[in-house]
């Protein structure tokens, strides 16, 4: 609450909240509705929404990478831990695989 003094009165004054349909749930930012995607339970601004999927796309980034090298060791070794194709060319055949739509379920 903010207050000023006008003729030795105090004058007290509220700023309006803003409604919460119009305010991005992560960042606090306010705008209007046609700025926001509404969820279920929350409203997501577009720059939020945008770093939101940078942040996904690095992260399936990473688990694509790590299940291609389990792909790759796996095509690599024989049953009893002896290598039966070079890594390089088991890389190519899991990237193949993977593209395919592979996916080792553990």
Do not use: W
Request: proline residues 3%; glycine residues 6%; hydrophobic residues 30%.
């Amino acid at each position: 609450m903010d207050s000023f003094t006008h003729h030795n009165q105090i004058m007290k004054f509220t700023l309006p909240e803003p409604d919460p349909r119009n305010v991005c749930n992560f960042c606090g930012g306010g705008g209007s509705k046609d700025n926001l995607i509404q969820g279920k339970a929350a409203y997501i601004c577009f720059d939020c929404s945008d770093l939101a999927k940078e942040i996904a796309d690095e992260k399936r980034k990473e688990i694509k990478e790590k299940e291609i090298n389990q792909i790759a060791n796996t095509l690599s070794t024989t049953s009893d831990g002896n290598f039966d194709v070079d890594m390089v060319q088991a890389l190519v055949y899991a990237n193949r695989l993977y593209k395919a739509g592979y996916r080792k379920v553990e």
